[in-house]
Structures are given as C-alpha cells and as structure tokens.
C-alpha cells in the first residue's frame, strides 16, 4: 500500500490525508476571502478543545485592502514582509493569558498558549479544506503588533497568520521560490517514546 500523497509527503503510517496534505506556502493569488469565509476559519478555531473549556484563543483579523491589514504586516519581520503582504487576510493570533477564579481573582492560566496553537490548527485544516491555505508566523515585532491591535493587558501575541489562495511559486524571490516545498518530519521513533523518556 502506497500512503504518498499528492504533494510528494511519504506517511509511515496510515493518517488522515487532511495531515500531511496541508502545509505552509508563501505564494498566494489575488483571490480576496469574503467575510463568510473569514467566519468559517474562525468557526474552526472556535470548537477547539481548552483546558476547563476556558477557550483562551482571541483573533484580530483584517482583510487584504483594509488599515488593519496593513497595520499588521508592517510589523512582520525576516523574510515574512516579502510574501505576507499579498494574503487575502491576516490574523493576529492572541492568548488570553489568564482566567478568573472562584474568589475572582484573575490566575495565570498556563494551557493558554497550549490551547490557542489547537485553535490555530483547527483554523489551518478549515482552510485547507475550503481548497485555501493557513500560513503561522512567529516573524513579527511584538511591541509593534501589540500597538498596532490594541492588545489588552494580560494577553500574549502567539502568532500572525496569513491565509489565502495558493498561488505559484513563480511569483515568489528567488531564495523563497526554492523553499516553496512541503517539508518532511521526524520519524514517529525520535518525536514518542513508550512508557517514559
Ligand atoms: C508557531 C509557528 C511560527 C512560524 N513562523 C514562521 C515565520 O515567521 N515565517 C515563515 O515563513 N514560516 C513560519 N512558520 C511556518 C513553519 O516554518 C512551517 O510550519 C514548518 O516549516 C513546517 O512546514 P509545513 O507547515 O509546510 O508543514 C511558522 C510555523 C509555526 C507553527
């Protein structure tokens, strides 16, 4: 049996092709996302699990064309500004850093970051199946992301992500039209052990 998928990823084990299939491009077309399709990411996210339900996961997002847009990829950084610019939306994803216990003092919630990566790849998959693609960024100034969408006191910015239509590789610089390719992983042996480290 040939688990292979369509773009070159070689599964060791049978899985969900939703998995291996999705990836992180850098190109994308002009194709712009309506509103409906932003919900529809964002429903994704919604449904994630977090601990005690807490749901820590906050998203700002703006549409190609808008200020907010801008005013989020102005703060990419590295190679992020060369491609980032030309998605159909970018999200600034948050962690709600905190939650309110039963005297109502607000106590670190430490899943928090935990939660919202689970709320990111639940975004991502929703994209992939809508036939468009989630790209996660840790390549941003986080002062400047942090001013740029207001972010509450008690908030960690996790990540920026930009989703849109794929577009070719063409389109991109040199040095990232090469890099324009799914990556492999780590064999299921070197990432889980049984029993204890
Ligand atoms: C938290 C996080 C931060 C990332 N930061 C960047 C980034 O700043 N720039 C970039 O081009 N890709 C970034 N990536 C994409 C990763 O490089 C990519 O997910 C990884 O190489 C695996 O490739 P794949 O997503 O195509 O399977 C990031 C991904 C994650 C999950």
Do not use: Y
């Not at 930009?162 to 070197?190: C, F, I, M, N, Y």
């Amino acid at each position: 049996m040939s688990l292979d998928m369509s773009n070159g990823r070689k599964p060791d084990h049978p899985v969900t092709p939703m998995f291996p299939s999705r990836w992180s491009p850098r190109s994308f077309t002009d194709r712009e996302m309506s509103v409906a399709e932003v919900m529809s990411l964002l429903e994704a996210a919604r449904w994630a699990p977090s601990a005690s339900n807490h749901q820590p996961w906050r998203l700002v997002w703006a549409r190609r064309g808008e200020a907010g847009f801008a005013a989020i990829a102005d703060t990419l950084t590295g190679n992020n500004p060369l491609w980032a610019g030309k998605a159909a939306v970018l999200f600034a994803v948050a962690s709600k850093d905190t939650v309110t216990n039963r005297e109502g003092a607000e106590v670190p919630n430490r899943t928090a970051g935990f939660d919202t990566g689970a709320a990111w790849m639940s975004l991502a998959l929703q994209a992939q199946e809508m036939g468009l693609f989630a790209h996660a960024m840790a390549g941003f100034d986080k002062d400047r992301l942090a001013a740029a969408v207001d972010l509450p006191e008690g908030h960690t910015l996790q990540c920026v992500v930009a989703a849109g239509e794929q577009g070719p590789a063409e389109a991109l610089p040199d040095h990232l039209r090469e890099r324009e390719k799914p990556s492999g992983r780590k064999p299921v042996g070197e990432i889980s052990v049984r029993g204890r480290f």
